[in-house]
């Protein structure tokens, strides 16, 4: 089973509202990961998960805000959005994190991401 | 810092038929990962196929196949016997140990009945 789950699918959002994005794996992956994604545009890496401790951020604004309650739960939470956030919002995970440099080659596997538009 | 290059942003082919994307990257290490995978127009990314650089055999998925050059650094899909369900945006990635994956600008295929 290499499911992902994103929860909403889509979300509209005004510029002054707090929102949340939900990721669940649970095949037992210790890596988790966010990425932003425009349209026709290859995936952007934003936040890594490695054993519940950010290991990762790749410079993004404080308005993007991850949690990772547990292994198999990560969360982004948005306040006061720009209408340039509107994006797709992916959520990933991998076996282990590279990061590590554990040795472990990791997939990345992906959920189905959230469309996300900001007024 | 490790680059993926797809020179063709868009391609296609009649249903049945064989088509082959392209891929490239440049690095300087030896033991590294490459990834294809394929984001149709419902946004999910999947996982089409993986590739260990230390294995010299090409590999394969039912309907997808890799042409792996490691000396020439070229990593191309062939997708055989193309199905409708195929259209989609396709990404070569790339990954070695201790570091990010790193995607190409990406393939968009279009399967035309």
């Known amino acids: 089973d290499t499911e992902v789950t994103q929860t909403p699918k889509h979300l509209v959002m005004g510029m002054t509202n707090k929102k949340s994005l939900k990721c669940e794996q649970h095949m037992g992956h210790r890596a988790m990961y966010w990425y932003k994604q425009k349209a026709k545009k290859p995936p952007e890496l934003m936040f890594v998960y490695s054993y519940e401790k950010l290991s990762i951020n790749e410079s993004v604004p404080s308005r993007f805000s991850p949690e990772c309650p547990n292994s198999s739960l990560l969360n982004l939470h948005l306040h006061a959005l720009q209408p340039e956030d509107s994006a797709l919002y992916l959520c990933?995970?991998?076996?282990?994190?590279?990061?590590?440099?554990?040795?472990?080659?990791?997939?990345?596997?992906f959920g189905p991401g959230t469309r996300l538009l900001v007024l | 810092a490790q680059t993926v290059t797809q020179s063709q942003p868009e391609m296609s082919v009649q249903e049945a038929e064989t088509v082959t994307l392209s891929c490239t990257y440049d690095?300087?290490?030896?033991?590294?990962?490459l990834f294809w995978y394929k984001q149709p127009p419902s946004r999910q990314m999947i996982l089409v196929i993986r590739?260990?650089?230390?294995?010299?055999q090409n590999a394969t998925e039912n309907r997808f196949s890799v042409n792996f050059q490691k000396a020439a650094k070229s990593f191309s899909l062939k997708i055989s016997d193309s199905q409708l369900g195929d259209t989609a945006m396709y990404f070569c990635?790339?990954?070695?140990?201790?570091?990010?994956?790193?995607f190409g600008e990406g393939t968009q295929l279009t399967v035309n009945p």
């Open positions: 590739q260990e650089a230390y294995k010299q």
């Open positions: 990933a995970s991998s076996q282990d994190s590279l990061f590590w440099t554990s040795g472990l080659q990791e997939t990345q596997y």
């Open positions: 990635a790339f990954m070695k140990r201790g570091s990010r994956l790193t």
């Open positions: 690095t300087s290490e030896n033991n590294y990962y």
